[in-house]
């Protein structure tokens, strides 16, 4: 039923019938080793390269967007949309088996890419700007009509909990109200976490200590975030943000009356009735398809 471009070793790799369930019930998933080392190997020099100013392609617009530059503060370092910027980073984004993974913890036929982040955390930043705060990622995807986006998290080396890795909060995709944590920047955890706390709800964290190769993933209404990075060694991790095959854009204005507007929404290709085209190939390639097994 696979994709021709996965082997006989990659489609063991795929989730169970269990695996799925489990992901349903707790929202986030965490894959066997399926990226092989050569190809984060390759990602770490891309970043590198990246982090240097060197880009094999660039956004046509240089704002709107979270766009990490040499003197912002090394705590942390966000930076959207770099598999359109440098061709290592999206040679990982790609990779057919995240989308296959995707494919059946989302039960859709195809998966296009969204959009992506590269993170990166200097050792020991121990201060609050190492922290990611608390937010769901269907905050951020206003104009998406679909409830089951999910987004793969990437480490590019082994994580324990000291690197500051990302942490979920078990079964939080089912919470209601959180539809609008749009806190990523908000570096006060326990603040936060008054907006989502209730009676009869358990906050749960569950960090994703991961090794090389491994990959979390989570559904787009499961709260996360990151604690800062504790250890000696750099924390970097590329976070892939994926539509499953229903996916369409929708307008959306905000509580204040406001529309929003997605940064994308601006590069891609309109449909006949102006609207952004969400399976715009140059911008939202598929990344994996039933179609081409
Ligand atoms: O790498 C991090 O700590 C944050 C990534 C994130 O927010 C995500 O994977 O959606």
């Given at each position: 039923?696979?994709?021709?471009?996965?082997?006989?070793?990659?489609?063991?790799?795929?989730?169970?019938?269990?695996?799925?369930?489990?992901?349903?019930?707790?929202?986030?998933?965490?894959?066997?080793?399926?990226?092989?080392?050569?190809?984060?190997?390759?990602?770490?020099?891309?970043?590198?390269?990246?982090?240097?100013?060197?880009?094999?392609?660039?956004?046509?617009?240089?704002?709107?967007?979270?766009?990490?530059?040499?003197?912002?503060?090394?705590?942390?370092?966000?930076?959207e949309f770099?598999s359109?910027?440098?061709?290592?980073?999206?040679?990982?984004g790609?990779?057919?088996?995240i989308?296959?993974?995707a494919?059946?913890?989302?039960?859709?036929?195809?998966i296009r890419l969204f959009e992506d982040q590269?993170?990166?955390?200097?050792?020991?930043?121990?201060?609050?700007?190492?922290?990611?705060?608390?937010?769901?990622d269907r905050?951020y995807c206003?104009?998406c009509?679909?409830?089951?986006l999910l987004a793969a998290w990437?480490?590019?080396?082994?994580?324990?909990?000291?690197?500051?890795?990302?942490?979920?909060?078990?079964?939080?995709?089912?919470?209601?109200?959180?539809?609008?944590?749009?806190?990523?920047?908000?570096?006060?955890?326990?603040?936060?976490?008054?907006?989502?706390?209730?009676?009869?709800?358990?906050?749960?964290?569950?960090?994703?200590?991961?090794?090389?190769?491994?990959?979390?993933f989570h559904?787009c209404?499961?709260?996360?975030?990151?604690?800062?990075?504790?250890?000696?060694?750099?924390?970097?991790?590329m976070a892939v943000h994926l539509q499953?095959?229903?996916n369409?854009?929708?307008?959306?204005?905000?509580?204040?009356?406001?529309?929003?507007?997605h940064?994308l929404?601006?590069?891609?290709?309109?449909?006949?009735?102006?609207?952004?085209?969400?399976?715009?190939?140059?911008?939202f390639?598929?990344v994996?398809?039933?179609?081409?097994?």
């Amino acid at each position: 039923m696979f994709t021709q471009s996965l082997s006989q070793e990659q489609l063991a790799l795929l989730p169970t019938d269990e695996d799925v369930a489990f992901y349903e019930e707790h929202g986030w998933y965490i894959s066997k080793k399926v990226i092989p080392d050569e190809i984060i190997d390759q990602a770490i020099l891309g970043s590198e390269k990246f982090y240097r100013g060197e880009r094999d392609a660039t956004l046509p617009y240089s704002s709107g967007y979270s766009n990490w530059k040499p003197g912002d503060g090394d705590s942390m370092r966000n930076n959207e949309f770099v598999s359109m910027q440098k061709k290592e980073l999206r040679q990982l984004g790609l990779q057919p088996i995240i989308g296959a993974i995707a494919a059946r913890l989302t039960r859709s036929k195809r998966i296009r890419l969204f959009e992506d982040q590269l993170v990166y955390k200097t050792p020991q930043s121990k201060d609050q700007f190492g922290v990611v705060g608390w937010h769901t990622d269907r905050a951020y995807c206003s104009n998406c009509t679909s409830d089951n986006l999910l987004a793969a998290w990437i480490p590019f080396h082994d994580c324990d909990e000291s690197i500051g890795p990302l942490v979920v909060i078990d079964g939080s995709h089912k919470w209601s109200g959180t539809e609008h944590l749009r806190c990523f920047n908000h570096h006060n955890l326990k603040e936060t976490e008054k907006k989502f706390a209730q009676e009869g709800r358990r906050i749960v964290e569950v960090p994703m200590t991961l090794k090389k190769g491994q990959i979390s993933f989570h559904h787009c209404g499961t709260i996360h975030g990151s604690y800062p990075n504790y250890s000696n060694s750099i924390r970097l991790a590329m976070a892939v943000h994926l539509q499953d095959d229903a996916n369409r854009y929708q307008p959306y204005w905000n509580h204040k009356g406001e529309q929003i507007h997605h940064f994308l929404d601006r590069i891609c290709r309109k449909l006949p009735n102006g609207n952004p085209d969400y399976s715009d190939p140059a911008v939202f390639p598929v990344v994996w398809s039933a179609e081409h097994s």
